[in-house]
């Protein structure tokens, strides 16, 4: 949840492109993920809740895995503009550790600098991506 901010935490970030993983898909993993939930007892454990949890990301990981869509960033020169792009705020917005650029998504693991929380690191990506200044 990019709106917690657990102090010393580390976030394992995954994002990707548009055509990597269409809509109907994601909404039948949302689907099947709802009904997963719904079929858990009133009384379960939150461990139980987090299973479900984590099989909905493996879904949708194992599907990017896939390499759905037009995989521009297999392109080294558009990979490189998105390493530079990670590296960019590195000291500033979070601490970065490891980083893979996949064909068609991301995988960052990184920590927010004090005063920044995930939430606020990803709008200002995404406004600088749109164009806009933060």
């Known amino acids: 949840m990019p709106h917690v901010k657990r102090e010393g935490?580390?976030?394992f970030v995954t994002f990707r492109l548009a055509d990597s993983l269409p809509k109907q898909v994601l909404l039948r993993f949302q689907s099947e993920h709802a009904e997963a939930l719904r079929r858990l007892p009133a009384n379960a454990r939150p461990e139980q809740t987090e299973e479900a949890h984590r099989e909905l990301r493996r879904k949708i990981e194992r599907y990017l895995d896939r390499g759905i869509g037009a995989c521009h960033l297999r392109r080294p020169e558009i990979a490189d503009m998105v390493a530079e792009a990670l590296r960019h705020f590195h000291g500033d917005y979070y601490l970065l550790d490891d980083w893979v650029v996949m064909p068609?998504?991301?995988?960052?693991?990184?920590?927010?600098m004090p005063n920044f929380t995930l939430s606020e690191i990803l709008k200002a990506a995404n406004a600088i991506r749109r164009g806009r200044p933060i």
Do not use: R
């Open 9 to 11: 935490a580390s976030y």
């Open 104 to 112: 068609n998504h991301v995988h960052t693991i990184l920590w927010p």
